[in-house]
């Protein structure tokens, strides 16, 4: 099992098939804490990128493995979580960021919002889950056809709260008005833009990334394939 990084990777911890898991299991019974004890020192920005892109081509290639959801796992993270990346993802119900990267319990600091804005509230969250439980990637997940940014383009008039998060995103189309192409689409890549912009005035993270210790990055997610594109 490698422990290059005193994190014990996803991929190591499949390669130990059923027996071996059954073996960690009894372990754990007798070691509440094991799992956790060895999994304190979180992965690098690079290898947590690289675990979202490999766990977004099995998805796209509809051979998704959907590692880490059972209940053994549960009872492997139960009283400590060490998630390998943060997603700021919109609430949109086709953007589960555990089944668009194919990976489950404990693995990612999931914020959903409409839109993928960045509030003071969202801001702490993400401080959170670097900061305190050790992520050190943050991706701002914009996706196509977002309702949110398609309201701020179309400058609709909505009722109740709802124009709280579309007003969140009217900068970032501003930017891109007089832009060709699809507008919808150069608004949500530009909308990521701005929300990673509004992210980086956090002097907490800028603090970790500044120290190697995190990376924010920005990415689009294709309803149409399933894709997840940096951008
Ligand atoms: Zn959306």
């Not at 509440?32 to 690289?50: K, T, Y």
């Not at 969202?122 to 940014?149: D, F, N, P």
């Not at 995103?169 to 929300?195: L, T």
Request: hydrophobic residues 45%; negative net charge; aromatic residues 4%.
């Amino acid at each position: 099992m490698s422990r290059t990084n005193g994190f014990i990777g996803r991929r190591d911890f499949l390669k130990l098939g059923g027996g071996a898991m059954v073996a960690l299991s009894s372990s754990l019974m007798q070691v509440p804490n094991a799992f956790a004890q060895e999994s304190l020192q979180p992965i690098s920005p690079a290898l947590a990128l690289q675990e979202l892109v490999e766990g977004n081509k099995r998805f796209v290639e509809d051979k998704r493995r959907s590692p880490h959801q059972s209940l053994l796992r549960l009872a492997q993270i139960a009283t400590e979580q060490h998630p390998f990346a943060s997603i700021l993802s919109c609430a949109d119900s086709r953007v589960p960021a555990e089944m668009v990267f194919d990976v489950g319990l404990g693995d990612l600091f999931v914020v959903r919002i409409a839109g993928n804005v960045v509030s003071p509230r969202v801001m702490g969250s993400l401080e959170y889950s670097t900061k305190i439980l050790g992520s050190q990637l943050i991706l701002i997940l914009g996706h196509e056809r977002c309702g949110a940014v398609t309201a701020a383009v179309d400058n609709t008039i909505v009722e109740g709260e709802i124009g709280t998060f579309v007003e969140d995103i009217k900068p970032a189309v501003a930017r891109v008005k007089n832009i060709d192409g699809d507008r919808m689409d150069n608004a949500v890549i530009a909308n990521v833009q701005y929300q990673l912009e509004v992210l980086n005035k956090s002097k907490l993270l800028t603090q970790l990334v500044s120290e190697g210790n995190l990376q924010l990055m920005g990415g689009r997610y294709d309803l149409d394939t399933g894709e997840v594109t940096i951008i």
